[in-house]
């Protein structure tokens, strides 16, 4: 609580604004954070204490998590060589790969079962790499300036942070310090609300959140769902409240949710635009409606015989109920019927992300359309000559003229963004757990929100599959979307199991680390989405959780050395495997997508 002290002491200064203050505040939050990763977490490194050596990281990274809310919304480039995730960073474009850094790499060596003399040369060497990186975002400092706006900004994104990240043990796998950082990030914040009110009710429910977590010393146990629901909600509830009271406006663009969210999981959290590149991708009711009747017709094949909708069947969440997905190959002018290698992916919140397909291979939904369509093996059309025959029905030009202003003649690009505008509409977030999270209680039965405990905490679901959208694209900013290499096999074998020969990414990609890399899907809907994996190997999600359960494909005999998931078993007992079973069952959505 230290962060406390140093704010009540810069607010007490009259000459400064309150802005001033957070940012004076910062300024000592890292001078702290620099002379402990110096003085003691430096020092540790270089000796053979294992237990001081873990006193010193611990207490390092519990100070960085007081400023995490200033780190990452000032310099969010600099707080993934901080704190990012342990895996090698690759820009396609530039070809360049960047190895990981920071906390989370020092926990990796530091809570390995042993210590060897080349990892404490790694450690030392990582331990002064973040000594750089800190007088890097210091002598940065020096030359912005901040607002109210964005101090409460920050605060508003780090609590959703917390929510989506913090107490799903994402940042600290091995060492499952989520609940005691959770009481670092929530310190910072209350800190900075003392400087604008300090009798404030904002202030008064972050400590109620705090003294929530202090009573749980159990990280499995930890009911996360209680405290979201009783404790954070209220705290960005209160937290907006004193914006507006202040007289403080939000801040428009700095994350791909609405600006004005004050939860995660209330009613128009997400706009769909915020997805998108330049306003004219922008959806529309007109849009909408078109690309729905674009999606439901063979207009778009050259057989005119298969739609969209032939293999997204609204009824089974868009997906086809199949292993993988039927495709077509012609021979001598003559169709048949093939299977093609993956298997039929949900569109239910594919707006939601930043990759498409399970390689990830297009950037934009308009892209994969434009893939789709051309690919002779799938829809075997062409959007050119589909817009001849549209231009000739007729029948379509007044749909045309409704959705683009006027113009009721179709062409490529129309379509494909109808057809993206469609599926962009398709996330109504009207599941009971949606329910449930904004205040009807009654949604979810006992066996259920210990599910959701167990999924965002012991099992680690969470920690990959991100709330809000259970999907691999994280929150708050909602700026990337994530692959994984899980080891997946070949058939449902546990005995003799083989990788299968699917490649993923690499196969477009060939880095080493995209080897059998798959983009992480939603889980919303799951229920009505079996087969389950790329390749439709599973048939029911007791069999999925079976495989997560024993450490993925590490667990069935796969050795895969770029195995992304934990390859530790889980130890979930059949009790809970059916708990998380049947909160996944609450990702259903209630209401008919339209």
């Known amino acids: 609580m230290v962060m406390v002290g140093l704010m009540s002491m810069f607010c007490s200064t009259s000459k400064r604004t309150t802005a001033d203050d957070v940012r004076a505040s910062f300024n000592d939050g890292m001078a702290q954070l620099q002379s402990t990763v110096e003085n003691n977490l430096l020092k540790a490194a270089g000796g053979n204490n294992i237990e001081e050596i873990k006193k010193a990281f611990l207490l390092a990274r519990s100070e960085y998590k007081s400023i995490e809310y200033y780190m990452e919304y000032f310099f969010p480039s600099t707080s993934v060589l901080l704190n990012g995730a342990p895996i090698d960073e690759i820009e396609l474009g530039e070809n360049l790969v960047t190895p990981p850094s920071g906390f989370q790499v020092m926990e990796e060596i530091i809570f390995a079962t042993e210590l060897s003399d080349e990892d404490r040369e790694e450690l030392v060497n990582e331990v002064r790499k973040m000594i750089l990186n800190l007088k890097r975002v210091t002598r940065y400092h020096e030359q912005i300036v901040i607002t109210d706006a964005q ?15 913090g107490i799903t043990g994402f940042d600290t796998p091995a060492a499952l310090q989520s609940l005691p950082e959770t009481v670092s990030a929530l310190s910072g914040i209350q800190a900075v609300l003392e400087c604008y009110d300090k009798n404030d009710e904002s202030s008064a429910s972050v400590k109620k959140a705090i003294e929530f977590v202090q009573q749980s010393s159990d990280y499995d146990a930890f009911d996360r769902l209680t405290f979201i629901t009783r404790y954070l909600h209220p705290v960005s509830k209160n ?118 397909f399970y390689d990830m291979k297009a950037g934009t939904l308009e892209d994969q359309v434009l893939d789709v369509v051309h690919n002779k093996n799938e829809m075997d059309g062409s959007l050119d000559e589909a817009a001849i025959r549209l231009n000739k029905q007729g029948n379509y030009a007044d749909m045309f003229s409704k959705a683009y202003s006027g113009d009721k003649t179709a062409d490529s690009w129309k379509i494909q963004h109808a057809l993206a505008s469609y599926i962009r509409s398709l996330s109504p977030f009207s599941s009971r757990l949606d329910k449930y999270m904004r205040g009807d209680t009654s949604q979810l039965n006992a066996k259920e929100k210990r599910g959701f405990n167990l999924f965002m905490g012991k099992a680690k679901c969470g920690s990959c599959h991100f709330a809000p959208l259970f999907n691999g694209t994280q929150a708050p900013l909602f700026v990337k979307s994530e692959a994984e290499v899980l080891g997946v096999p070949s058939r449902p074998d546990t005995v003799n199991a083989k990788i299968d020969g699917d490649a993923g990414r690499f196969a477009l990609s060939p880095y080493p680390q995209y080897q059998y890399a798959f983009k992480t899907t939603t889980v919303r809907n799951i229920a009505k989405t079996a087969p389950y994996m790329h ?60």
């Open 151 to 165: 101090v409460f900004d920050a605060m508003r994104l780090e609590i959703f942070r917390i929510i989506a990240l």
């Open 535 to 594: 390749n439709g190997v599973y048939k029911t999600l007791e069999e999925v959780l079976d495989f997560y359960n024993r450490g993925g494909g590490a667990g069935i005999g796969i050795d895969l050395e770029n195995q992304t998931l934990s390859p530790d078993p889980l130890n979930l007992t059949k009790a809970e495997v059916n708990s998380i079973i049947a909160f996944l069952h609450t990702l259903t959505d209630a209401e008919q997508i339209r």
């Open 239 to 356: 937290i907006d409240e004193l914006r507006r009271r202040q007289n403080i406006s939000t801040v428009a663009g700095s994350s791909a949710l609405a600006e004005n969210a004050i939860n995660l999981f209330q009613d128009n959290a997400f706009d769909a635009n915020n997805f998108v590149r330049n306003h004219t991708e922008y959806i529309t009711n007109e849009k909408v409606a078109l690309g729905k009747a674009l999606f439901n017709s063979t207009v778009l094949s050259n057989s005119a015989n298969i739609s969209c909708a032939s293999c997204h069947h609204e009824s089974k969440a868009f997906t086809d109920g199949e292993v993988t997905a039927a495709g077509i190959a012609t021979e001598k002018g003559v169709h048949k019927t093939i299977s093609l290698l993956r298997n039929t992916p949900t569109l239910s919140y594919a707006g939601l992300q930043r990759g498409f």
